[in-house]
């Protein structure tokens, strides 16, 4: 095959231990899934069916990076979330299956222009331009589920400067991996390279240029990333 120019070198995350590394496909995220963080979002914490949104696949970024203040916000806001990356392919998956398609997990963080986000929400518009900007998906390194067994509880956590921002635990998920798995499959055939940011606990904030931010969940290990001057 002949391009027009060199394509992309594909996005992709780290795996612990490995050299090679995890090729994303697609990034979806689920909107609202834990209830106190619904709640401090002005919404219902009902279990109402997840919603998702997406993002660029070349939005991942590693740990240890420094994320540059994005454009076209004041409002620039980190969640601490449990990413699950798909390893196998699947299209409406029985949850009882779900796992089968999880490769590993990791640390992510969904970085949200939040003022963006929400005039887009209160006018019916899409969420895009809040959160699907350039570097907008910080990663740390994939634990594979042969090592980590299923997931399904464990503490969640963000510090800002060291300070504690988020606390919570993947057990308090309102839909957990296997049911968010099973949902998304009904909708999209999932594909090896996919990760799906499974939402964020209560505590979201906003973050300015020279801020260290650092989280971690129990099992996976932690992530660091700096806050920049915008470009
Ligand atoms: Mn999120």
Redesign the pocket.
Known sequence: MNYLFAPPVPASVAIAGESVRFPVRRIF?????YAA?AIEMGSDPERDPPFFFTKPADAVVDSGSTVPYPPQTNDFHY?I?LVVSIGRAGFDIAEDKAVDLVYGYGVGI?L?RRDLQQAAREQGRPWDWG?AFDLSAPCAPLHPIGKTGELTGGGIWLDVNGHRRQQADIADLIWNVREVIAILSKSMRLQPGDLV?T??PAG?GAVVAGDRITGGIDGLGTIEIEIGEAR
């Open positions: 995220c689920v909107g609202r899934n963080h969640e979330e969904d949200t959160k940011y939402g964020t979201v």
